[in-house]
């Protein structure tokens, strides 16, 4: 099985930055691809982010050149995907998830990280 962890969330104000990080641990040689995803209330989880394991990327329209996913390799067992946040703008806020897509089907999500942006 795969655990996720995500951390990094909070508060920041418009123009400004913030960088999320998933950790992924247990049978992360299972991982085809990882990614970031948001939802506000009311609304469907979107998009964000993807990146495969060869390093592909993947990004939403409205956040392309503002926002950046990357990954450490694996180290001890356990997979790093993050995400940089520039120009933060309001309509950013939102609960970001991490995903994770596993060889042989399968999807892990992990618990949740609040972003709020608001001066």
């Known amino acids: 099985q795969v655990q996720l962890v995500e951390s990094g969330g909070g508060l920041e104000q418009p123009g400004g930055s913030l960088r999320l990080s998933c950790a992924a641990s247990g049978s992360v040689f299972r991982i085809k691809s990882m990614g970031w995803y948001r939802q506000t209330p009311g609304k469907e989880r979107e998009l964000v982010a993807t990146?495969?394991?060869?390093?592909?990327?993947?990004?939403?329209d409205s956040v392309k050149g503002r926002f950046t996913i990357s990954r450490d390799n694996a180290m001890n067992m356990v997979y790093m995907v993050y995400l940089k946040m520039d120009s933060l703008k309001p309509e950013d806020t939102a609960a970001y998830y991490c995903?994770?897509?596993?060889?042989?089907?399968?999807?892990?999500w992990g618990q949740g990280t609040q972003v709020t942006v608001s001066s």
């Open positions: 990146i495969t394991n060869d390093g592909t990327t993947n990004y939403a």
């Open positions: 995903n994770a897509q596993l060889s042989l089907g399968g999807i892990i």
